[in-house]
């Protein structure tokens, strides 16, 4: 058995450096776009971080039709002000009707009344563009034909903690999704995206329903490209360590918080499916090193060796942080746990909301 789990521990580190080759990346100098793009920055507290974002929104070059609209999820915190002081056009989101989550919500706003948009971009208040980052996803939809891009911005991890998980979120979608294939139309399991910076085109946007087809999704990311897909779009994740940057969390409690409101659903699509995963997880990545002798060490090299190929790639950082692979596969599954937990018990909570999705 051993033998065996260190052998899906070498497959996964070979497809993550298939997949470090084959993994699209927007141009550094992309031709200027006759596209309408209408970016949307859905913010619930964000005025500590909001001004940075839309200075490098302002910053965009090679698109000249470009509209910033930031939606002011509820704040109590002056976002509202600081957008309009930065220049950019402030919409209010509804309180959440029954059934929807805020950030669908408020996403839904934004995208309201898009009518003489081709682009939509869905960028988080926390993310900081290159001045190239829009022009180029767009001329990565156009070169390949794809209707959704999701950039995944270079996570910043600075604690211990995050650096331990944080870089998981990579590393699974290399190791597990197969990018080529998943570019088609159909087969939505096989989707991987971050709302962090999200780029769609608006008819596809609207054919897959909007963010009204996702209205109770607490991924709603990944939900939306899933969506694209089943209507007939084609859309994968795509590399933008150059593009954009990001620190996700801050620290121990904001990273916990943050993985346990969405963990009972990432991994399996529902609680009892990412208790699956989770367990398969621990069971090729944990227990070989744990059990020790030549296919322990096998697997526990792979697995350092796949972390490495992904961080390397997306701009992680690679030394010593991949030595640490184990350990951060067995915190995700205790997040995980928790996760599960706290949905069965519907204590999930994240920005001041019970989350019921």
């Given at each position: 058995m051993q033998g065996v789990l260190a052998g899906?521990?070498?497959a996964g580190a070979v497809h993550a450096a298939v997949n470090a080759r084959l993994l699209r990346t927007p141009p550094a100098d992309p031709p200027a776009t006759a596209a309408r793009v209408r970016v949307v920055v859905p913010a619930r507290d964000e005025a500590h971080q909001l001004g940075p974002c839309l200075d490098a929104l302002t910053g965009q070059t090679g698109v000249p039709r470009l509209d910033v609209v930031v939606v002011d999820d509820g704040s109590t915190d002056g976002t509202a002000a600081v957008a309009a002081a930065h220049g950019a056009r402030v919409l209010a989101a509804p309180p959440p009707p029954p059934?929807?989550?805020?950030?669908?919500?408020?996403?839904?706003?934004?995208?309201?009344?898009?009518?003489?948009v081709d682009v939509l971009?869905?960028?988080?208040?926390?993310?900081?563009?290159?001045p190239h980052a829009v022009a180029g996803?767009?001329?990565?939809?156009?070169?390949?034909?794809?209707?959704?891009?999701?950039?995944?911005?270079?996570?910043?991890?600075?604690?211990?903690?995050?650096?331990?998980?944080?870089?998981?979120?990579?590393?699974?979608w290399a190791t597990t999704l197969p990018l080529r294939l998943a570019e088609g139309p159909g087969r939505p399991s096989m989707a991987a995206a971050n709302g962090q910076f999200l780029v769609v085109r608006r008819v596809a946007y609207?054919?897959?329903?909007?963010?009204?087809?996702?209205?109770?999704?607490?991924?709603?990311?990944i939900a939306l490209l899933r969506a694209v897909k089943r209507s007939g779009g084609r859309g994968v994740v795509v590399d933008g360590s150059a593009s954009a940057r990001t620190r996700m969390y801050a620290g121990a409690?904001?990273?916990?918080?943050?993985?346990?409101?969405?963990?009972?659903?990432?991994?399996?699509g529902s609680p009892a499916g990412s208790i699956v995963a989770g367990a398969a997880l621990a069971a090729v990545w944990v227990l070989p090193p744990l059990a020790g002798g030549r296919a322990g060490l096998v697997g526990y090299l792979a697995g350092v060796a796949g972390r490495a190929a992904t961080a390397r790639r997306t701009g992680g950082r690679v030394w010593p942080d991949s030595l640490t692979h184990p350990l951060g596969v067995l915190a995700l599954d205790v997040l995980l746990v928790r996760?599960?937990?706290?949905?069965?018990?519907?204590t999930l909570r994240w920005r001041g909301r019970t989350l019921t999705g």
């Open positions: 899906a521990a070498v059934g929807w989550l805020g950030k669908p919500n408020a996403c839904a706003r934004g995208a309201a009344e898009a009518d003489d971009v869905f960028v988080d208040a926390d993310v900081r563009l290159a996803a767009v001329a990565l939809l156009d070169a390949h034909r794809l209707d959704l891009v999701s950039p995944w911005p270079r996570q910043l991890a600075v604690t211990p903690v995050e650096r331990l998980v944080q870089p998981l979120q990579q590393w699974l609207e054919r897959a329903g909007g963010h009204g087809a996702v209205r109770g999704e607490v991924l709603e990311d409690a904001e990273l916990a918080a943050g993985y346990e409101k969405s963990l009972w659903s990432a991994l399996g996760s599960v937990l706290g949905h069965h018990r519907g």
